[in-house]
């Protein structure tokens, strides 16, 4: 798509003269941000931009942001906060603001009157804004923002990828499931699935420019295809996927349980380019904290999936998120988390104290746990948790795991650390000239969080 070409040269033009092409783009949060980062990078290729890894060297700062959990937020506001002094010391900066954080009125409107460093904010569906909003800030003005929804907001040119060997294809933007903890509906608006054609096209050139490792992305990529009237469900929209060429691996985050299908577990089974893993959050072991969250599965429903997985593939990966201390959250219903994590043996757990988000139902929920018991539980969970990786690692020791190689260890001089189809980490001997390729390993050791092992020729 040919979109902003003119306004591409207008900023071209401007920051060679001014000789000012240095961006940083810095992403938080999930991994959909992330990948919006990347379609930003894009935009400011096309815009003539070169990127540094340093912000005390930019000429373009963009905080690409995530408004899941206040410390989050606030993490964002004490950088942004500390790049006063950078814009007071070069004033012709630009600082911009865009991702999850912005989509919220008060905080729009807390950026706009208490930090004056800042020059445009750019709304989460609104990419495609980028070039404008710049160019108006290159021209001098000293506020400007678009956080309009715009129907093709998923229409960006080109990408620039964080990797040359996995890649994250974004098959679905949104969330309808309003779990009464969660800002993300209220963010990201409502599930808006992307052409089963586009996806497959996608990651067809993924596959034959070499990628190994195809990362499908959506808020619960389950409901994939729901708003699309002639398009696939998500198991066709994976079949299909796995019939393209090449040697690659397949995943997808997140799978919400109350739509984890059999037809979705069958593929998962059938098709063998699907890693052996599913992140299914869970978020509580306790039914009645299901039901306050507006989860909508009971904990023997998703026992239910757990089995049947296990049952036909023993060696089954899960990983999960989990909340503590949700509103009134009892001992009780916290010993039940720690019974679920102990029956399900999840191979790693993604834990959250509970975040108060203003304009959820949770935030006006009477809360009478301390913050003290809430670090006390949080800390359990992970002992268990330490526990439960170790000894279900060990099921690995003796056996050959293929391995995608990530990068080279930062523990260990002369060792490589990769994932395995499981998406444990592996750490082996071996040499840099293998990241970004498979490699088989024997598996001669099991830590808490890891495998450690040696290649097999
Ligand atoms: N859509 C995914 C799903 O349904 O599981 C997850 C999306 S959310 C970005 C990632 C995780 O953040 C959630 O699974 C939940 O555990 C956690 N989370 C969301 N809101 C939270 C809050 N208010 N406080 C603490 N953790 C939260
Ligand atoms: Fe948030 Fe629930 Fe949607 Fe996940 S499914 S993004 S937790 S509202
Ligand atoms: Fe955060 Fe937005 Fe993702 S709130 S977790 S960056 S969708």
């Not at 808006?192 to 050139?205: C, M, N, P």
Request: aromatic share 8%; hydrophobic share 35%; glycine share 6%.
């Amino acid at each position: 798509m040919d979109c902003n070409t003119g306004i591409f040269e207008e900023i071209r033009s401007l920051i060679q003269a001014r000789n000012s092409k240095k961006a940083y783009v810095r992403s938080f949060g999930c991994q959909l941000n992330v990948s919006d980062g990347e379609k930003i990078k894009g935009l400011l290729k096309q815009s003539g931009y070169d990127f540094t890894e340093d912000e005390n060297d930019a000429d373009l700062i963009i905080l690409n942001t995530c408004a899941v959990r206040e410390n989050a937020e606030d993490r964002v506001f004490g950088i942004v906060g500390s790049m006063k002094s950078l814009k007071e010391l070069r004033p012709e900066l630009i600082i911009g603001i865009s991702g999850c954080m912005t989509a919220q009125e008060h905080i729009a409107e807390k950026i706009k009157s208490s930090y004056p460093q800042v020059s445009f904010v750019l709304g989460t569906s609104a990419l495609n804004a980028l070039p404008a909003l710049l160019l108006e800030a290159l021209k001098g003005a000293k506020y400007s923002e678009d956080r309009r929804e715009y129907d093709d907001f998923s229409q960006v040119c080109e990408q620039i990828r964080e990797s040359t060997f996995k890649a994250s294809v974004p098959i679905m933007y949104g969330c309808n499931n309003f779990c009464t903890y969660c800002i993300v509906p209220y963010v990201r608006g409502r599930e808006r699935s992307r052409k089963a054609e586009d996806i497959i096209a996608e990651v067809t050139q993924l596959a034959s420019d070499g990628y190994k490792e195809i990362m499908l992305l959506g808020q619960n990529v389950n409901s994939y295809g729901n708003d699309l009237s002639d398009g696939l469900s998500f198991p066709q929209l994976l079949r299909r996927l796995n019939d393209i060429e090449g040697d690659f691996v397949i995943r997808f985050m997140s799978s919400h349980p109350k739509d984890a299908s059999r037809e979705l577990l069958d593929a998962i089974l059938e098709c063998d380019k699907v890693a052996k893993h599913l992140h299914l959050p869970v978020q509580s072991g306790s039914n009645d904290v299901l039901e306050r969250m507006n989860r909508r599965y009971t904990v023997e429903k998703y026992l239910e999936t757990v089995d049947y997985l296990r049952e036909r593939e023993p060696s089954f990966s899960f990983t999960t998120d989990l909340i503590v201390g949700f509103p009134n959250e009892s001992d009780e219903d916290f010993e039940a988390t720690l019974e679920l994590i102990k029956r399900v043996k999840y191979d790693n757990i993604y834990s959250f104290i509970y975040s108060k988000r203003t304009g959820t139902k949770a935030s006006v929920m009477e809360d009478k746990i301390s913050d003290d018991v809430k670090s006390r539980r949080m800390r359990r969970l992970l002992e268990v948790q330490r526990e439960i990786s170790t000894e279900h690692y060990k099921r690995f020791v003796g056996e050959k795991m293929r391995v995608l190689v990530d990068g080279e260890s930062k523990k260990r001089e002369g060792y490589l650390t990769g994932k395995s189809n499981e998406f444990i980490i592996a750490e082996f001997a071996g040499d840099s000239s293998l990241v970004g390729s498979f490699v088989e390993i024997e598996v001669t050791e099991a830590k808490n969080w890891a495998v450690i092992g040696k290649i097999i020729d």
